[in-house]
């Protein structure tokens, strides 16, 4: 829902149920910062259902995860951003080729992520952000800025909600919106510390760790 809320509520692009043609008249880039992070591989997914190409996606050792969602042969792209700053702006700008960028949904908004989006994004573009309570001082001013936060849609967003939930089932049931890759951590709740540590030192990627309350040693027994 937070991918749909920063496409659709927030930069309102063009819905997945009205996709842009297919003859390719009409072009949209749009840079997903975070690709193989929940949220921005929902975006992938969603971005497709648009025709909205070329996507380029910012993202690190889950490359593969995210090659699994694109189409190459529509133009879109992989930039690792473990190459350095500078690396990513330049793949930004070699995959735009004579496009500009007029959309970013920066699913990281941080280390860094909305200063390169901003090198390539034209002064008068669009940019949604995840994480609230920061000012992003560095965004040029013409940029048009928002915030996409999932409790929005129990706000101002409650029929958008109402729609997109139910979109979303449809497409888990006609299997073209796939969920995230789970993994089932051991030891149910005595595995969080274990799964925080792996994520924070960025162990895993890709993927949604899954703790089972009944797997807790002892959750059973009487005192």
């Not at 009205?18 to 969603?46: C, H, N, R, T």
Request: aromatic share 8%; net charge neutral.
């Amino acid at each position: 829902m937070t991918a749909a809320v920063g496409l659709y509520a927030r930069m309102r692009l063009p819905a997945p149920w009205l996709p842009l043609p297919a003859d390719d008249s009409e072009k949209i880039p749009l840079v997903i910062y975070g690709a193989s992070s929940a949220v921005g591989s929902y975006v992938i997914q969603f971005a497709q259902r648009s025709n909205i190409h070329p996507l380029i996606c910012i993202a690190g050792r889950a490359q593969q995860h995210v090659k699994a969602l694109i189409s190459p042969e529509k133009g879109d792209v992989i930039v690792d951003y473990r190459e350095g700053n500078d690396a990513v702006v330049k793949g930004i700008r070699d995959a735009l080729k004579v496009e500009k960028l007029e959309y970013a949904f920066d699913a990281v908004s941080e280390k860094g992520s909305y200063q390169n989006i901003c090198q390539v994004l034209q002064p008068d573009g669009r940019i949604t952000l995840v994480l609230p309570g920061k000012k992003y001082k560095e965004i040029p001013a013409g940029v048009k800025q928002s915030l996409t936060t999932v409790g929005s849609v129990h706000v101002d967003l409650k029929d958008f909600a109402y729609v997109y939930f139910r979109y979303i089932s449809k497409g888990l049931e006609e299997g073209w919106f796939k969920a995230q890759p789970q993994e089932v951590v051991e030891g149910g709740l005595e595995g969080v510390q274990q799964g925080l540590e792996r994520l924070k030192d960025g162990t895993v990627s890709a993927v949604k760790y899954v703790y089972r309350i009944a797997d807790t040693p002892g959750i059973g027994s009487t005192t």
